[in-house]
């Protein structure tokens, strides 16, 4: 069982800042692609940005120059820098990991439960 933990979600201005961070813990023998997803209300959930092991990353054209993802390899951990928030930024944001168990395991996803970005003033 690999489990997938956010932080960081809350309310926050229109053009201010947030900084989201999951945490993946269990048996992992290593994690490809971790990523950012959001669902609002009503809607399907979408891509904001994932990020790979080597840290190549790719972001939804929405959030393009506002939002930032990074990760840390030793700590299973990934972020997401939130800048210039617009309140159609609110939604849940939710972590995901494309993992293997062990060495020659096929690859896996995990999905986090969610946190809550409301951005309004």
């Known amino acids: 069982q690999v489990r997938l933990v956010e932080s960081g979600g809350g309310l926050a201005q229109p053009g201010g800042s947030l900084r989201l961070s999951c945490v993946a813990s269990?048996?992992?023998?290593?994690?490809?692609?971790m990523g950012w997803y959001r669902q609002a209300p009503g809607k399907q959930r979408e891509l904001v940005a994932r990020?790979?092991?080597?840290?190549?990353?790719n972001y939804a054209d929405s959030v393009k120059d506002r939002f930032t993802i990074s990760r840390d390899n030793a700590k299973n951990t990934v972020y997401l820098q939130m800048n210039s928030l617009k309140p159609e930024d609110t939604a849940v944001y939710y972590c995901?990991?494309?993992?293997?168990?062990?060495?020659?395991?096929?690859?896996?996803?995990?999905w986090g439960q969610g946190t809550q970005v409301t951005v309004s003033s």
């Open positions: 269990g048996s992992i023998a290593g994690i490809n692609t």
């Open positions: 995901r990991a494309d993992f293997r168990r062990y060495n020659g395991d096929y690859l896996r996803t995990s």
């Open positions: 990020i790979d092991s080597g840290g190549i990353a």
